[in-house]
């Protein structure tokens, strides 16, 4: 607690700071000023809570520095010291505020006793409001916790066991009460960053929900929760539904100037008693993972439809095989991204949409088969499975998805028709990782195509299977490394590719007619 003497008489101000108990009054920091402007300097510095003043002063006097004090919204306490009792003085005291009206001459005992009083006063109203502070802190967490159990469908089944909760509580809720549940499924990766720590981004997105969708910044009404992966928040708004669509547009403008697309979709309920928000919550949330939405729409959940939209012709098979054969990229994915939008409108659901999904990749399949290749080249690629993942979380990401399938299509089959020879390719992975474990299907992966077709295409340019090209460079290495180095032939087999000696002499006889052993005492002999 800090004190401010403030006296045009110097020996007088010297007296009281000295005098003044600090320690029974628990006084930090006794400042001293001679005149109102001295004072108003220092408390412009510093934040003072007691202000001991005298009342005639020259040019200005104490009851216009308690005038000022008071203008600038100070709750400082004033303890006045004067030579008269005149009544202007006594009124200007009582009119702003001032603790205690002081004689001269001095009394230190009186003096201390009168600080003490005010001392206590202020650490009165600092225990009622950190108290008060606790106590709203606390009710906050309360009400969110009561609208999470609400949601979640925690509350009794009974309405009167919940308004008798509600009372235990010692909240205002009425039962008759109706509200509006705004659910948005939301783009985590959107919201927090690096740059926006998760606590400071929850934070200023609650807040911009609170402010907009409530009447009176309810933070406490907005709830968050994870389900499967995905984040979801709802926000319980006591507005009417009329200010809550005018809310809603300006969410959407706030939203769109500070985050790059934050929401999937949202959905807007009708008015609903409390008893009743489990129910909507479950309803709506259920809709949500049953279909797919553009990004950033927020729906008035009574005007959805409830169907799956009719499946009549999903996709034009003869087209997209026309688009893929004559390289028509551009015109294939403008047709994909209407038939996406038309379905979207139609209220497809995320089973209908999952099936145009499969459907695309059959007759990519299909065109794929014609040259030797299939749907492998998709399966065996990290990025498409991560696109894929997240393909039907909205008809932007479908589009993302449909975008990634077909150009790497397109691109597939140009760098087949450029004439770049696969089995090019496998060559010149077999001399530089012939001592691996290679076989016909991890040389499929590597070219994207099909273990069929690199085995039937490698042994027409080639004149002999994989197998037997690897045996035969494999052997040739381990010849040369016998009758070079010193090497035991144990270690020249596991050196060359072969971790069983007994099939590597077995492989070795057959192509040079004899066992490795006998091929190093025949070069030795010779030389």
């Known amino acids: 607690m800090k004190l401010l003497i403030v006296d045009d008489e110097v020996v007088t101000t010297q007296v009281l700071e000295e005098k003044i108990d600090r320690k029974y009054l628990g006084l930090e920091e006794i400042y001293t000023a001679y005149d109102v402007d001295m004072a108003k300097e220092i408390l412009k510095e510093e934040q003072v809570d007691i202000i001991l003043c005298d009342i005639e002063m020259p040019r200005a006097n104490g009851l216009e520095l308690l005038e000022w004090v008071r203008e600038s919204q100070e709750e400082t306490e004033f303890l006045f010291l004067t030579c008269h009792e005149k009544f202007e003085y006594a009124f200007g005291a009582v009119k702003y505020g001032a603790a205690s009206y002081l004689l001269k001459p001095i009394d230190i005992a009186e003096i201390n006793r009168a600080i003490f009083t005010v001392a206590e006063k202020i650490r009165r109203k600092k225990e009622i409001s950190d108290i008060e502070g606790y106590w709203n802190k606390g009710k906050k967490k309360i009400i969110r916790d009561f609208w999470r159990n609400a949601l979640q469908n925690g509350l009794s089944s009974k309405k ?25 499924h939301v783009r985590k990766e959107a919201l927090f960053n690096r740059e926006t720590p998760e606590t400071l981004g929850w934070f200023i997105l609650s807040n911009i929900f609170a402010e907009l969708l409530t009447s009176s910044l309810q933070v406490e009404n907005v709830v968050s929760w994870e389900d499967g992966g995905e984040l979801y928040v709802t926000v319980v708004s006591d507005k009417d539904c009329e200010s809550l669509q005018g809310s809603i547009a300006e969410l959407k403008s706030v939203l769109e100037r500070y985050y790059n697309n934050p929401i999937y979709v949202g959905y807007i309920s009708e008015q609903s008693e409390i008893s009743d928000l489990g129910a909507v919550r479950n309803e ?11 990004n950033g729409e927020i729906f008035l959940f009574s005007e959805l439809g409830r169907g799956d939209g009719k499946l009549e012709k999903p996709l034009d098979q003869k087209l997209i095989l026309q688009c893929l054969e004559k390289g028509e990229r551009v015109k294939l994915l403008e047709y994909l991204q209407k038939t996406m939008s038309s379905a979207r409108k139609k209220n497809y659901s995320l089973t209908n949409m999952q099936y145009l999904q499969m459907e695309l990749l059959r007759i990519v399949g299909v065109f794929l088969n014609r040259y030797g290749t299939d749907l492998e080249l998709f399966y065996a690629d990290p990025v498409y499975i991560t696109i894929q993942k997240k393909a039907l979380a909205s008809e932007f990401d479908m589009m993302r998805w449909n975008t990634y399938v077909i150009n790497k299509v397109f691109d597939s089959v140009e760098e087949r028709k450029r004439g770049v020879g696969i089995t090019d390719v496998m060559i010149d992975y077999i001399r530089n990782h012939y001592e691996e474990n290679i076989t016909r299907n991890s040389l ?65 006889k057959k192509y040079e007619g004899v066992s490795p052993a006998e091929y190093k005492r025949i070069s ?3 030389k």
């Open 284 to 294: 709506i949330l259920n809709y949500d993972r049953t279909h797919v939405y553009d």
């Open 524 to 526: 030795e002999h010779r």
């Open 444 to 508: 499929a992966k590597l070219v994207h195509f099909s273990p069929e077709y690199v085995g039937k295409i490698f042994k027409k340019e080639m004149g002999v299977s994989i197998n037997d090209y690897i045996n035969t460079l494999r052997i040739s290495r381990a010849k040369s490394m016998i009758t070079s180095t010193n090497y035991k032939i144990i270690d020249i087999a596991l050196m060359v590719g072969y971790d069983n000696m007994s099939y590597f002499s077995s492989v070795f």
């Open 160 to 184: 009167e066991e919940i308004q008798k909760e509600i009372y235990q509580m010692g909240l205002d809720f009425n039962m008759r009460e109706r509200y509006i549940l705004v659910l948005f």
